[in-house]
């Protein structure tokens, strides 16, 4: 157990808490911050646990910020809403001076001279930021195995993965390595790290949260969230987070209403569906388990419970590798050694020096989907993949929006199996590309989910539930998650 400089406890710091003991002259943000980085000296790297969440500490950045929210509490000023409060940055995000390699060799040694929408809101909100997580490289990925710089460990079970793309963000909270972080989800990267390293994982609908700033993967995808070590910490990054963007012209001004003040609020009558076809085949037998515990418990709560169908689930996985690929395809072709990042030395012409970087700079599993891409948007192909998938999208969003004409939220399991072994699925895309079998529909339609641990397996190992919600209406959907909280703390408690 790790404890802070006055004695505050590292472990579950929450929002609340550390804004709490740096508003109260408990601790120093200052202190608070360097009690982080000796913890991420400590844990993160080969000398410790070797979880290798960190790619670049952000420290001279930090530490002044930590001094300017000092300079407040000494003044007596009106603190923002996450002072002093330690945050860290999957490393797809622009953040000003510091490295964004994307978890690639391509973008090594490239500085962004600005800060993404996301980055910039949080500083403003009081928030300090110590440092870019590691990544499946350009966010390709569901086991954080395919960065350039090593893979991450799950802290839950270091032999285990943490989930990808966004397992640096994930383990680094679920480490105490940081309060929250920002990751990105583009099928699954927010949501399904968050289950498999039990802690609180959002996918915000797409538009609520702007992507300035972001290395795009597939931009009709890709969407940032927070992840935190409660509901209640995610409902307050989330109204930090969201809101119009001038600079993303994808972000809606629809406004943002509180999705604090409704936590707490009762879920009495509101009307749960529970799809038929994510609890088929292949969903491992304690998952379902522990998922429809959290059903009933919230049959306890007042909520009615429906089953619903969403018939063309089945083609979500194709659908989203079909599309995704075509956008990767599309925006990486932007990697080619001319304006940043690596450029392969030995290349003697202009096509050379083209072929050359981005065989040395991307690794096998970005070339495998730029190729996939690519062949899907060639001519003579493009109807038969590219518009088909397009056209079953639009499908699955249907499915989606005839069931919430019934009900509020839908909820399921977050992912198949538990956490699995480092090297179990490197060598069989298709597998990995099955872990996401239960997170990649709400991607494609738009949705807002969240996954919240909800219990854990014989071994040890975290279990989450999803919960999916109407468009834009995350606060129906946090405060679901928030009751699944609560039953999770009262299991526990029993248990003790």
Do not use: W
């Amino acid at each position: 157990m790790e404890t802070g400089l006055d004695g505050t406890n590292l472990e579950g710091l929450t929002i609340a808490e550390a804004r709490s003991a740096v508003a109260d002259g408990r601790i120093s943000a200052t202190a608070l911050v360097e009690q982080h980085y000796e913890r991420i000296t400590a844990v993160d790297g080969p000398s410790g646990q070797g979880i290798n969440s960190y790619l670049a500490l952000s420290r001279e950045r930090a530490l002044a910020q930590a001094a300017r929210i000092d300079s407040m509490v000494a003044a007596g000023e009106t603190l923002p809403p996450l002072a002093g409060v330690p945050v860290a940055i999957k490393d797809v995000l622009a953040m000003q001076g510091a490295p964004a390699t994307a978890g690639s060799k391509i973008l090594a040694g490239y500085r962004p001279p600005y800060d993404a929408t996301a980055v910039r809101k949080l500083e403003a909100a009081g928030a300090v930021l110590l440092g870019k997580l590691n990544c499946d490289e350009f966010a390709m990925g569901s086991s954080n195995e395919n960065s350039a710089y090593g893979p991450v460990r799950n802290p839950r079970a270091l032999d285990r993965v943490p989930g990808g793309s966004s397992g640096g963000s994930a383990a680094a909270v679920a480490a105490d390595l940081c309060v929250a972080s920002l990751g990105t989800d583009t099928g699954g990267s927010v949501r399904q790290p968050a289950a498999f390293c039990g802690v609180v994982g959002v996918l915000p609908t797409y538009g609520r949260v702007s992507r300035y700033g972001l290395i795009a993967f597939a931009s009709s995808l890709d969407r940032v969230g927070p992840l935190t070590k409660t509901v209640e910490d995610a409902a307050i990054l989330l109204e930090v987070l969201a809101g119009e963007d001038p600079c993303d012209a994808t972000s809606s001004d629809r406004p943002v209403g509180s999705y604090l003040s409704g936590l707490n609020q009762s879920i009495a009558g509101l009307r749960v569906g529970v799809p038929a076809e994510y609890f088929g085949d292949g969903l491992d037998p304690e998952i379902r388990a522990a998922v429809e515990r959290a059903i009933e418990g919230l049959r306890a709560a007042g909520c009615a419970i429906h089953p619903v169908t969403l018939p063309h689930t089945r083609y979500a996985i194709p659908t989203y590798y079909v599309l995704a690929t075509a956008e990767a395809s599309s925006n990486l072709s932007r990697f080619d050694g001319v304006r940043f990042g690596l450029r392969a030395e030995s290349a003697t012409t202009l096509s050379s020096m083209f072929r050359e970087t981005r065989d040395e700079g991307f690794g096998p599993e970005v070339k495998r989907r730029i190729l996939l891409g690519t062949y899907a948007l060639s001519s003579g192909y493009y109807d038969a993949y590219y518009r088909k998938a397009q056209q079953v999208r639009t499908l699955l969003t249907q499915d989606f929006l005839k069931a919430f004409a019934e009900v509020d939220v839908l909820v399921g399991p977050m992912t198949p199996t538990p956490p699995f072994k480092l090297g179990e699925k490197t060598d069989d895309p298709v597998a990995m590309y099955l872990a996401d079998i239960y997170s990649v529909a709400a991607s494609l339609a738009g949705l807002p989910a969240i996954s919240v641990p909800c219990s854990e397996t014989a071994a040890g190992l975290p279990i989450g539930v999803q919960i999916m919600g109407r468009h834009f209406d995350e606060a129906t959907m946090l405060r679901v998650a928030a009751a699944v909280e609560q039953q999770r703390k009262l299991q526990q408690s029993t248990a003790q």
